[in-house]
């Protein structure tokens, strides 16, 4: 399975952008998905998940702000974000839970302007 995530882009603080994430090859619709972030200079880590029922779990920093869901029927995983802050500037990945089964796509690229 190749996942490719979309949807990034260059905001000012406080805008939003909805980022979303497919897969080719066969379908991830078996498996709990998760949204990454990797920020210069630091590791990739894990922000939110949504598992095959719809439980969802987000990283403290963007409960609230965040929000998860998934359309099985079209393969696809988004991560709809508010209120982004400057601090959110990364490039977002998508995939399994740590650590990450499938094989990475190259992320999009957040850039949130203060």
């Known amino acids: 399975v190749q996942l490719q995530a979309s949807g990034g882009g260059l905001v000012q603080a406080g805008g939003s952008l909805t980022l979303s994430c497919s897969a080719s090859?066969?379908?991830?619709?078996?498996?709990?998905m998760g949204w990454y972030r990797q920020a210069p200079g630091n590791e990739r880590e894990l922000i939110a998940t949504?598992?095959?029922?719809?439980?969802?779990n987000y990283l403290d920093s963007v409960k609230g702000r965040f929000t998860i869901s998934r359309d099985t029927a079209k393969n696809t995983v988004y991560l709809r974000m508010n209120s982004l802050k400057p601090e959110d500037t990364a490039v977002y990945y998508c995939?399994?839970?740590?650590?990450?089964?499938?094989?990475w796509g190259q992320g999009t690229l957040v850039t949130v302007s203060s």
């Open positions: 995939n399994t839970p740590p650590p990450g089964r499938l094989s």
């Open positions: 090859g066969n379908s991830f619709s078996r498996f709990v």
């Open positions: 949504v598992s095959t029922d719809g439980y969802i």
